[in-house]
Every structure is written in structure tokens, then in C-alpha cells.
């Protein structure tokens, strides 16, 4: 049951990143500044003295490599969807079917018990 859970909540973590990352650095949600004209940006640009790094990360080359990102998280999530059932045999398989097995003195060899 954990298993699925973890894989659950990693497509939900995949869909919400890529929904962020493809969308900000276009749109101006709740009434927020511009992508290059965000309050901590611009006080980085003036506290480094690199005014070019406001330009820089305002250019459509950074908001599309940003874009390109977010649709990476929509394709991993949509993978994981596609692959539910094995990822979540493949995390079976790793974790111990016995909670006393995974006990760190069960781990030792037998003649060291």
C-alpha cells in the first residue's frame, strides 16, 4: 500500500511541478510582477551589482529553457502513469517483506550472532 502511495504522490508532485515550471515564466498569476521583475530578483540584481542578471533571467531563452523543464515533469508523470503497476512491483520488491528482516541485527552474518 505504500508503495502506491509513494508513486501516487510522485506523479501528483511531477503534474504540479510541471504545471508551475511551464506556466510562471509566462503568465502573471494573482496579479504577481512579471517573471524578470519579481521582487527577490530584482533585490538579488542590486545587492550583487549585476544588473544584467535581471535581463538575463527575463530573456525568452531562460523562460524557455524553464518551459522545457516543466514539460520534462509532465512527461516523467506521464510515464509513471503509463508504468504504475511496474514501478510499484519494483518498489515492492526493494523494501523487506518482513518488518524484523530489515532490523539492522538480522543483518549480520550467522556466525557473528
Known amino acids: ?3 502506491k502511495l509513494t508513486v501516487i504522490f510522485y506523479i501528483i ?11 510562471l515564466p509566462w ?3 494573482f ?3 512579471d517573471w524578470g521583475d519579481n521582487f527577490f530578483l530584482v533585490y538579488l540584481a542590486h ?3 549585476l544588473p ?5 533571467i527575463a530573456s525568452g531563452w531562460v523562460r524557455g529553457a524553464v518551459t522545457g523543464i516543466g514539460l520534462l515533469n509532465f512527461a516523467m508523470a506521464f510515464w509513471e502513469i503509463a508504468h504504475f503497476r511496474q514501478t510499484v512491483r519494483a518498489l ?3 523494501t523487506p517483506a518482513n518488518a524484523a528482516d530489515a532490523h539492522p541485527a538480522n543483518q549480520l552474518p550467522d556466525h557473528e550472532r
Open 1 to 3: 500500500m505504500s508503495a
Open 13 to 23: 508532485l511531477c503534474l504540479e511541478a510541471g504545471l508551475v515550471l511551464t506556466f
Open 27 to 29: 503568465a502573471h498569476p
Open 31 to 33: 496579479g504577481l510582477a
Open 47 to 49: 545587492k550583487t551589482g
Open 52 to 56: 544584467g542578471l535581471q535581463h538575463a
Open 92 to 94: 515492492n520488491a526493494q
